[in-house]
């Protein structure tokens, strides 16, 4: 089963901008309102890292890496949520994955790879 589904990624240069989106399309609406939605992001060689994350309450929190640059949102009608990544740096290259946790199960997405190239 898919649960979330990312999409937005791609290359782009040093400065540059991309946004990323995370679907949630199996989820009830009222259960998906509720839910905090996270993004994380792994390096290659390195361990996955949060970088965003906003409540159903639209209460939002950041890396200190990616404060001032990125920000977080959501869509409640549209169950989706977006990470609009500006001045992007060759060290925001990765693979971002969307998550939520449900009952003590964290639920993942596919990924979708942000490249920054110099």
């Known amino acids: 089963q898919v649960h979330l589904v990312e999409s937005g990624g791609g290359l782009v240069q040093d400065g540059g901008s991309l946004r990323l989106s995370c679907k949630a399309p199996?989820?009830?609406?009222?259960?998906?309102?509720?839910?905090?939605i996270n993004w994380y992001r792994q390096a290659p060689g390195k361990q996955r890292e949060s970088v965003a994350s906003?409540?159903?309450?639209?209460?939002?929190t950041y890396a200190d890496a990616v404060k001032g640059r990125f920000t977080i949102s959501r869509d409640n009608s549209r169950k989706t949520v977006y990470l609009q990544m500006n001045s992007l740096k060759p060290d925001d290259t990765g693979i971002y994955y969307c998550?939520?946790?449900?009952?003590?199960?964290?639920?993942w997405g596919q990924g979708t790879q942000v490249t920054v190239s110099s």
């Open positions: 906003i409540t159903g309450g639209k209460i939002t």
């Open positions: 199996r989820m009830i609406t009222s259960v998906y309102n509720s839910k905090t």
């Open positions: 998550n939520y946790n449900d009952w003590g199960t964290d639920y």
